[in-house]
């Protein structure tokens, strides 16, 4: 059996430790802290931390205007570490330390808390596997993507109209919608040209309860700064959220590439 990735930290870590000794730099990527976001019940999430070394501790904050120490030390144990609870949309600031030396780079991660968070999502298109990463269940996972754009945080879908099916379980309440998704048409990114949203109890029977054309998509998109997001607002009760969207048409002829496909991505879809 060739040696594995676990094998590959532990004899890195001496030949780190001799770079330190001599002050030479190096990328330190290898200590970053990670997340990940489990539903512990209907409202509340547990947030979990993880390093790739555990012989330091990791620290952290849920204070956002937090911008130097990190108060909170994480009960990390590979095998039994207990989360983070949130009952609302968070952003926890956390870092990995060996003998209060911060190694790595600062995880700054906001985490929102919906009422789809980790729900049954299906779609009619599955996105391209050029920008599939996690697949689906990425939509709902309380992470939204950014820009500038990292590929692995976006779904993309090319030329296709794709519908997407949230199953919140049981019947509940539904106020508003955002849909994360993204402009950047220098990479032949482009907005929707329509979403259609609809609502049922049985899986079957859908009811149109919103659509945003073009215009209220271009709108809704500017009023946010640093926010790739368009939403609608709507009072309905019900089990099952339908998305439909179209896609931007082909690049316009002198629009280089002229007649290919424009792309549609998303990264969350938050239901309130």
Not at 57 to 67: A, L, N
Not at 151 to 156: F, R
Not at 171 to 176: A, G, W
Not at 230 to 242: D, G, L, P
Request: negative net charge; aromatic residues 10%; hydrophobic residues 35%.
């Amino acid at each position: 059996k060739k040696p594995g990735y676990d094998d590959f930290k532990k004899r890195l870590r001496p030949h780190l430790t001799f770079l330190d000794k001599l002050n030479i730099q190096y990328a330190n990527s290898i200590f970053d802290v990670t997340s990940t976001l489990k539903m512990q019940s209907q409202i509340i999430a547990g947030v979990y931390l993880h390093s790739n070394y555990t012989t330091g501790t990791i620290r952290y904050t849920t204070d956002e205007m937090t911008t130097s120490a990190l108060p909170h030390e994480y009960s990390y144990n590979p095998n039994s570490n207990e989360p983070i609870i949130l009952t609302h949309t968070t952003t926890i600031k956390a870092r990995y330390y060996e003998n209060n030396k911060p190694l790595g780079h600062l995880l700054t991660e906001e985490f929102m808390i919906h009422r789809a968070l980790g729900r049954k999502i299906t779609a009619t298109i599955l996105p391209s596997l050029s920008y599939n990463t996690g697949g689906l269940p990425t939509l709902v996972d309380g992470k939204a993507g950014h820009a500038p754009r990292l590929s692995s945080e976006w779904l993309g879908w090319s030329g296709k109209n794709p519908e997407i099916v949230i199953d919140l379980a049981n019947e509940t309440d539904i106020h508003h919608l955002s849909i994360y998704t993204l402009q950047e048409e220098l990479n032949w990114i482009y907005l929707p040209s329509a979403i259609e949203i609809s609502t049922s109890s049985d899986g079957r029977n859908y009811e149109p309860v919103a659509t945003l054309q073009k215009e209220d998509i271009e709108h809704e998109y500017t009023k946010y700064i640093d926010v790739n997001k368009v939403t609608a607002s709507f009072n309905k009760k019900a089990r099952y959220i339908k998305l439909s969207f179209t896609c931007a048409p082909k690049m316009a002829k002198g629009n280089p590439p002229e007649e290919e496909d424009a792309w549609l991505f998303l990264s969350e879809i938050v239901v309130e």
